[in-house]
């Protein structure tokens, strides 16, 4: 399994952040192999595999961002952990809201990791290496 | 006053102890004895023989004087007992007048006029007789004439004056009393005046004296008539009317009277013999009986007082202290009214020491005209039993010292105190009752006014729950009148489930005290007469009138403060979703700079700068963003404090300026757009409005206008309740999921940002709300979208309030 190339799926709308999600799991050599997807509507198509994105491999992984066009994340997050076959997709919420409220319901919503996105690059990459660690941990139990 | 005697009541123990039967026998004895006396030989005569010019020439001027006053010692025993008659007659008015001044009997005093002018009678009778005063006749007829005028006249005075009061029954006022004495007296001085005047002018008089006769002198016969009417028929009633010592002595003194009469009738032949002297000694004695008998009467009265005061000292001592410490003021009385006990409360509320009313009569402490009718009343009390307060207690008129007059309650019992009926007063000055209850009334209306306009319902109920009050404001909250509901179970102001559950909650409350509203006040649900319910603030007071628990709650309708509440409820949440809006998505641009910046610096620091383009781009495109963003911020939160000038604003006008603002736009997509002719005008602020439209005009050409002949189409339409205006496009149309969510803050259905900052919509919905209006999409997917803006007459400023509301440009 360490051995396969690890599927992410970023659930993103803004193109600059999601730019700079992928040049920082790029620089930090976690995968390369990233999916995106821009609103939450998209994501579910995704991860149902429906509509354009039949046939499209289940991601490992998703980053999900909460504020979303159309579908936002608390709806894409509460969804996919509902959905029997999805809901062992871990999710990492990457948002830029610091609301306790953002947090209280991604981790009710049974949110595997909650991150939020920094504004300065240090903290940013600190972000990615969390989250390198955290994905470390989850194969561990996960084998 | 009158009576001294209840009806039934036979002997009063007074009667034991002075014992007039007795008396009467010794008086009888009296004036037996002369008979005796004559029949032993004894002489009772005085004076007599005759000195004759020759023998008194004979005698020495010693023996003269000698003789002559033998002579005269007939008439010196005469005017003994004629003047101690006429002294009689004096005392007896005397006394009587005193007595008159105490009980205010007016019978008294017309005894004493009565016996006095019968005295004066004799004081002329006895001067003419001793040659003090010169009449026009001679010795013999004037004496016998004059004696016989005085017994006739005093006979029938006594028999008038008596009589009046003994037969007069309807005598109960006091003044009619003093009225009669005066007529009466001024009769009898009138009538004696004349006889005297007659007997001493007259030069022939009527001859009185036949001493050969069976009858020597006819007209003390005829004397003897009035005196026998007294004694057998007027005395006696009147003894019956007035069980007094002066009632018994004035029939005992008829005796000596009678006797009088007859010994002078058949016994006396001339002037000075034995009979005539017995007749003149018993007449002074028929007037000392009346003087003995009034005496022993005032004696008795003050023993009785004393005695009274000293058995009820001795038997109830304890009662003095009462009486001197009781605040109700006591006063006794005896059958004629006179005080007898004023006690310390009483010398307070009436001003009078005890010392000063004690033994007066108990009208001085009654205003006219009370004051007259009481002797009458307790008269009338005592001979019929006719009770007007005795045993019950009215509220009357008293009378203080300084002659005001106040409200009191007497209440007033019967004790018989050795024989003597006394009447016991207990009076309490109700000045302070009267005024306390006028403070009572005040306080009432006062409270009831309070109640009729306080802004709160207020309705009062007792512990089963039944409504006793139900003031002005209740009837206007619940929408029943106070007659409606008075008298009803108070549950039928609640709805199920309440209602079924009061009575128990009282009854709860009774037995445990387990309060769940009382005293804390709460917020519970009201229902009015039409079925509605609405919220009220209840706060519930107890309080216990006369040993009964009373609740009083005091209701306010709250549903306009409950509105209020949930709009600001609502704002508050509003303004924590957009502050929570706000902070994500200027962040967005901020992460964005940073990073990129960040690895701009990066790449430089390397020597990199194949993505210099790409980064700066990116990072101006952030910074554009940002401003964007604050300025849309700004519009909005002006949007949603300012509201300009109200007026009427036309819409064809309106729109077609907003067209023509975006006429480039337009142009290039090469879109149709339709703005109907004839649309209303509406009232409100025309730049807000001109914002709106704008804000729709762009969304349509942003988002609606993606056909291959893309169209926006504008209109409005009347209808019943105000103005739909619809801005119509035939484009791809929005999925109902997103209807509601488009005119959120920030809220775009287009992942590219670069065409908005999802502001517009928001700003759109802000400002129909402001002017009252609202705002709402109709689409489908692949149908294009309806955009409809709805503003209602009446609400917000969107519509003017005089006429006309809308009208056709």
Redesign the interface.
């Known amino acids: 399994m360490n051995n396969r190339l690890v599927r992410f799926l970023l659930v993103e709308?803004?193109?600059?952040?999601a730019?700079?999600i992928q040049?920082a799991l790029a620089e930090n050599r976690i995968t390369n192999k990233v999916e995106r997807v821009?609103?939450g509507a998209e994501a579910m198509d995704y991860l149902r595999q429906t509509g354009a994105f039949a046939g499209k491999p289940r991601p490992d992984i998703v980053l999900l961002d909460?504020?979303l066009?159309?579908v936002d994340g608390h709806e894409v997050l509460q969804q996919l952990k509902t959905d029997e076959s999805l809901r062992t997709i871990p999710v990492v919420v990457m948002?830029?809201?610091q609301?306790e409220?953002d947090k209280v319901k991604a981790y009710y919503n049974h949110a595997n990791s909650y991150l939020t996105?920094?504004?300065?690059?240090?903290r940013?990459q600190k972000m990615v290496k969390d989250l390198k660690l955290y994905w470390g941990l989850w194969n561990q139990v996960s084998a | 006053m009158k009576a001294h005697l209840l009806p039934g009541h036979s002997k009063a123990l007074w009667e034991d102890e002075f014992r007039p039967a007795y008396w009467a026998w010794g008086i009888a004895s009296l004036c037996v004895l002369p008979l005796v006396l004559l029949w032993l030989g004894v002489d009772l005569s005085s004076g007599g023989g005759a000195l004759t010019p020759e023998a008194a020439g004979a005698l020495s001027s010693s023996e003269l004087n000698e003789t002559a006053h033998k002579l005269l010692r007939g008439s010196f025993t005469h005017t003994i007992l004629a003047w101690t008659a006429v002294c009689g007659a004096a005392f007896v008015m005397i006394l009587a007048l005193v007595h008159f001044r105490q009980t205010r009997e007016p019978s008294l005093p017309v005894v004493g006029v009565a016996l006095a002018c019968a005295g004066a009678i004799d004081v002329f009778h006895t001067l003419a007789i001793d040659r003090l005063i010169e009449t026009a006749v001679a010795d013999g007829e004037l004496i016998s004439f004059t004696w016989a005028a005085c017994r006739l006249f005093n006979g029938m005075t006594l028999l008038i004056g008596v009589g009046l009061f003994t037969f007069s029954r309807g005598i109960h006022s006091v003044r009619l009393g003093n009225v009669l004495v005066v007529i009466a007296s001024a009769g009898f001085i009138l009538a004696t005046y004349f006889i005297i005047r007659y007997c001493a002018a007259s030069s022939v008089l009527p001859q009185t004296l036949f001493p050969d006769a069976l009858v020597k002198r006819p007209y003390d016969l005829c004397a003897l008539a009035p005196y026998l009417i007294c004694g057998v028929a007027v005395f006696p009633l009147y003894l019956r009317r007035h069980r007094t010592l002066f009632a018994y002595s004035l029939l005992w003194s008829v005796m000596p009277h009678i006797a009088t009469q007859l010994y002078m009738a058949f016994g006396s032949v001339r002037p000075n013999d034995s009979c005539f002297n017995i007749a003149h000694g018993l007449k002074a004695v028929s007037y000392l009986v009346p003087i003995i008998g009034l005496s022993l009467e005032n004696v008795r009265t003050y023993r009785t007082l004393n005695r009274s005061s000293a058995a009820l000292l001795k038997s109830e001592s304890t009662m003095q202290s009462v009486l001197a410490t009781a605040v109700d003021a006591i006063i006794t009385i005896n059958g004629r009214g006179i005080i007898l006990s004023f006690n310390h409360a009483a010398e307070k509320m009436f001003g009078y020491a005890r010392t000063e009313v004690v033994g007066r009569n108990v009208n001085v402490l009654m205003p006219p005209p009370y004051s007259e009718e009481h002797d009458g009343y307790v008269a009338n009390f005592l001979r019929t039993g006719d009770a007007k307060i005795i045993g019950i207690g009215r509220e009357v008129v008293g009378r203080h010292k300084n002659g005001s007059t106040f409200p009191m309650d007497l209440a007033v019992s019967q004790v018989e105190i050795e024989g003597e009926i006394i009447f016991a007063g207990i009076v309490r000055d109700v000045t302070e009752r009267k005024w306390a209850e006028a403070e009572l009334r005040r306080n009432e209306s006062m409270m009831r006014s309070v109640l009729t306009t306080a802004v709160d319902g207020i309705i009062t109920i007792n512990e089963r729950g039944t409504i006793l009050s139900f003031n002005h404001a209740a009837e206007m909250i619940f929408g029943y009148a106070e007659s409606e509901v008075l008298s009803c179970n108070v549950n039928c102001l609640m709805p199920s489930p309440y209602a079924g559950q009061h009575d128990d909650y009282i009854t709860n409350f009774l037995r445990t005290g387990d309060a769940k509203i009382i005293g804390i006040g709460r917020e519970v649900a009201g229902l009015r007469k039409d079925g509605s319910t609405f919220p009220m603030d209840l706060s519930v007071s107890q309080v216990e009138i006369e040993g009964e628990t009373i609740f009083a709650g005091i209701v306010r309708d709250v549903t306009e403060r409950k509105q209020a509440e949930t709009e600001l409820e609502r704002k508050n949440a509003e303004m924590e979703q957009f502050v929570y809006t706000v902070s994500h998505d200027l962040k967005s641009p901020l992460v964005t700079l940073q990073g990129f910046s960040s690895h701009l610096w990066q790449d430089a620091q390397a020597g990199r700068t194949d993505r210099f383009e790409d980064y700066t781009q990116r990072i101006h495109r952030a910074t554009e963003r940002m401003t964007q963003l604050i300025d849309d911020l700004l519009d909005l939160s002006r949007v949603g404090r300012v509201v300009g000038e109200t007026r009427p604003v036309r819409l064809t006008q309106l729109i077609q300026q907003c067209r023509a603002r975006l006429d480039k736009l337009i142009t290039d997509k090469g879109i149709t757009v339709t703005i109907q002719k004839d649309m209303p005008t509406i009232l409100g602020d025309e730049a807000r409005l001109s914002q709106v439209f704008d804000n729709l005009l762009t969304n349509a050409i942003k988002y609606g206008c993606d056909a291959a002949e893309p169209r926006i189409d504008i209109g409005a339409e009347v209808f019943d309740q105000g103005v739909r205006v619809f801005v119509k496009d035939n484009g791809r149309g929005i999925p109902s999921a997103y209807h509601h969510k488009i005119f959120g803050l920030f809220e775009r259905l287009d992942t590219d940002k670069s065409k908005g900052t999802g502001v517009g919509l928001a700003i759109v919905k802000r400002i129909v709300q402001v002017h009252g209006g609202h705002v709402w999409v109709e689409s489908n997917p692949g149908e294009g979208a309806v955009f409809r803006l709805e503003f209602r007459a009446g609400r917000g400023v969107s519509v003017p309030s005089e006429s006309p509301i809308l009208e056709k440009v």
């Open positions: 709308d803004d193109d600059d952040h730019e700079l040049m821009k609103d909460l504020k066009p159309k948002t830029t809201s609301a409220a996105k920094p504004v300065d690059f240090g940013f």
